[in-house]
Every structure is written in structure tokens, then in C-alpha cells.
């Protein structure tokens, strides 16, 4: 749904373009992607000459934009003007700028190396445990066959194994060839 309405604004060349925390639902890579090849440097949007309005949470996504208005718990301007401006300001975008980089800096603590190695350990553990998984468990289609019903299931298998029978009955049936002699 979120790709089909944001192809529709896109193809439909407004001037200016309405995007209410836009991204919030989808997830870091489709995100970045979207984002770039539509709001980014030469984003198509850009090329465009599209006004963007962008109403977003997304402070790593600050730097992108022309033009920025930072609003208060009522509602009031509480700054506005452009990324560099208002990082050397040190008000709210500021703010909110370094505690994303300090969260950034947090999910990385640990070397690359280490995570690698993690990474490494963690994807071989999965496929040690694919290969044991078990592949069915009676106890499930017991469950599925109790909620629909033991009468309703043996009907059900009475019906498909009709339909396969005389699905193919009429194929295997063949008539003997008669050869005729003579008058």
C-alpha cells in the first residue's frame, strides 16, 4: 500500500509533495534506498524541482533537507534553518543529531572483528540447526484437523482422492484396436 500511494504522488508531478513520517514503517535498508533514489542528493524528486514537506523522526535523514523547522510539544517553531546552521546553533536539531550519533557509536562498540566473528558463529549455529529441524510434527496437522473437524477432514480427503481417481481415469482408459482382414 505505502509503495503503490508514494509511486502515485511521485508520477503525479506535483510541485509540492506531503510526506507524513513517510518511512516510519518500513525497514532500514528499503528505507535508505527509497529515501536516496527519491529525496537524496540527485534524488528524482530533486531533479524534478519537487517541494518536499517532509514531516519525519528520522534525524540521520536532517542533513538531506533544504530547509529545516524543528516544532515544539504545542506546536510552535522552536528553530528553523538550514542542517549546518542549526548544528552550530546548538539548540534542539543539535541535540537531537548527537544523541543519534552516541546511539550509532553504541551499536557498534564492538570491533569489526569481533562482530564478524559473531556474525560467523550465529549463521553456522542456524545452519547446523536447519539441518535437524524437524520436518513435519504430527501433532500440528492433529491440531488443524481437530479445529476443522474429523468428519469435515475425512470428507475432505474422500474428495480429493475422487478427484484424483477420475481426474485421471478417463486417460488410462484405452480402447483395443480392432484389425480388420479382408472383407
Same mark, same amino acid.
Given at each position: 500500500?505505502?509503495?503503490?500511494? *508514494?509511486? $502515485?504522488?511521485?508520477?503525479?508531478? &506535483? &510541485?509540492?509533495?506531503?510526506?507524513?513520517?513517510?518511512?516510519?514503517? *518500513?525497514?532500514? @535498508?528499503?528505507?535508505?534506498? %527509497? /529515501?536516496?533514489?527519491?529525496?537524496?542528493?540527485?534524488? !528524482?524528486?530533486?531533479?524534478? =524541482?519537487?517541494?518536499?514537506?517532509?514531516?519525519?523522526?528520522?534525524?540521520?535523514? *536532517?542533513?538531506? +533537507?533544504?530547509? %529545516? %523547522?524543528?516544532?515544539?510539544?504545542?506546536?510552535?517553531?522552536?528553530?528553523? =534553518?538550514?542542517?549546518? #546552521?542549526?548544528?552550530?546553533?546548538?539548540?534542539?536539531?543539535?541535540? *537531537? +543529531?548527537?544523541?543519534?550519533?552516541? #546511539?550509532?557509536? &553504541?551499536?557498534? #562498540?564492538?570491533?569489526?572483528?569481533? &562482530?564478524?566473528?559473531?556474525?560467523?558463529?550465529?549463521?553456522? #549455529?542456524?545452519?547446523?540447526?536447519?539441518?535437524?529441524?524437524? !520436518? =513435519?510434527?504430527?501433532?500440528?496437522?492433529?491440531?488443524?484437523?481437530?479445529?476443522?473437524?474429523?468428519?469435515?477432514?475425512? %470428507?475432505?480427503?474422500?474428495?480429493?482422492?475422487? /478427484?484424483?481417481? /477420475?481426474?485421471?481415469?478417463?486417460?488410462?482408459? @484405452?480402447?483395443?484396436?480392432?484389425?480388420?482382414?479382408? $472383407?
Amino acid at each position: 500500500m505505502f509503495a503503490q500511494s *508514494l509511486a $502515485r504522488a511521485v508520477y503525479s508531478r &506535483r &510541485r509540492i509533495l506531503i510526506l507524513d513520517d513517510t518511512f516510519s514503517g *518500513l525497514d532500514a @535498508e528499503s528505507e535508505d534506498g %527509497i /529515501f536516496t533514489r527519491l529525496l537524496g542528493k540527485r534524488g !528524482l524528486l530533486r531533479q524534478l =524541482g519537487v517541494t518536499v514537506l517532509l514531516a519525519t523522526h528520522a534525524a540521520h535523514r *536532517l542533513s538531506y +533537507a533544504d530547509h %529545516i %523547522i524543528a516544532l515544539t510539544a504545542q506546536g510552535t517553531i522552536s528553530e528553523q =534553518g538550514t542542517f549546518p #546552521e542549526l548544528m552550530n546553533s546548538g539548540g534542539y536539531v543539535a541535540a *537531537l +543529531a548527537a544523541r543519534h550519533k552516541l #546511539e550509532d557509536e &553504541r551499536s557498534d #562498540e564492538r570491533p569489526p572483528s569481533a &562482530r564478524h566473528a559473531k556474525d560467523s558463529d550465529d549463521a553456522h #549455529e542456524t545452519a547446523s540447526e536447519e539441518l535437524v529441524r524437524p !520436518l =513435519g510434527d504430527i501433532q500440528v496437522y492433529k491440531y488443524y484437523f481437530a479445529a476443522v473437524g474429523w468428519f469435515n477432514t475425512a %470428507i475432505f480427503f474422500a474428495l480429493i482422492m475422487s /478427484f484424483a481417481f /477420475f481426474s485421471r481415469f478417463p486417460g488410462k482408459m @484405452e480402447l483395443p484396436t480392432v484389425a480388420r482382414f479382408g $472383407r
